[in-house]
Every structure is written in structure tokens, then in C-alpha cells.
Nanobody, 118 residues
Framework: QVQLVESGGGLVQAGGSLRLSCAAS????????AGWFRQAPGKQRELVAH???????NYVDSVKGRFTISIDNAKNTVYLQMNSLKPEDTAVYYC????????????WGQGTQVTVSS
């Protein structure tokens, strides 16, 4: 049974930084691709960042130059480094991963709250 466990959220002042982690537990060979969504109160969930199997990355325009997504397959963990945070980044952040178990399957994390104060 594979689980994605998120950590690293919290309260930070505008201009500060946080690093979100999403660790895959279980019989995981590797993480093939992954991404982070976020959902703010009263808003639709939006894709913030994605990293493909070849390592190419994509970001929503509002976070380009501030956020960085990465995968550490030695730790089976996906990261989202968030710098220069703004109050509008406040949301619940969810990770997902395409996990290689011998075959590829998608999993979701439980979400972690990020709150940026002005």
C-alpha cells in the first residue's frame, strides 16, 4: 500500500519561504512524475507545478521564478520550494505522484495548509 505524506506547510510572513515535502511510503521503485495543486477558500483547485519523467518542469504563471519543484528518488520524495511568498499563495497544497511499482499508478497526498500573512 502506497501513501503520500505531505509536510512543511505552516504560517509565514509575506516574502518568506517554505519547502513542502511529499514522501511516498511503501514498495516504491521510483517516482516517475509529480506535481502540486493548491486550493484557496472559494476558489477552484489549480495546478501550481508539474515535473515530468524527463525532468522538465512547468509552473502556473503566478509562481514562475518563485517556486521550484523537484524529485529526490533516493528518498522517494517530491519537494516544492516556495520563495518570496505572497498572501495570495495562501491555500491548501496537495501533491500527486505517478509512482513506479513495477507498473505506474497515481497517488495523492492529504494536503497541507500554507498561510502567508501580509
Amino acid at each position: 500500500q502506497v501513501q503520500l505524506v505531505e509536510s512543511g506547510g505552516g504560517l509565514v510572513q509575506a516574502g518568506g519561504s517554505l519547502r513542502l515535502s511529499c514522501a511516498a511510503s511503501g514498495s516504491v521503485f521510483s517516482i516517475n512524475a509529480a506535481g502540486w495543486f493548491r486550493q484557496a477558500p472559494g476558489k477552484q483547485r489549480e495546478l501550481v507545478a508539474h515535473i515530468a519523467s524527463g525532468g522538465s518542469t512547468n509552473y502556473v504563471d503566478s509562481v514562475k521564478g518563485r517556486f521550484t519543484i523537484s524529485i529526490d528518488n533516493a528518498k522517494n520524495t517530491v519537494y516544492l520550494q516556495m520563495n518570496s511568498l505572497k498572501p495570495e499563495d495562501t491555500a491548501v497544497y496537495y501533491c500527486y505522484a505517478e509512482v513506479n511499482l513495477g507498473s505506474l499508478r497515481d497517488y495523492w497526498g492529504q494536503g497541507t495548509q500554507v498561510t502567508v500573512s501580509s
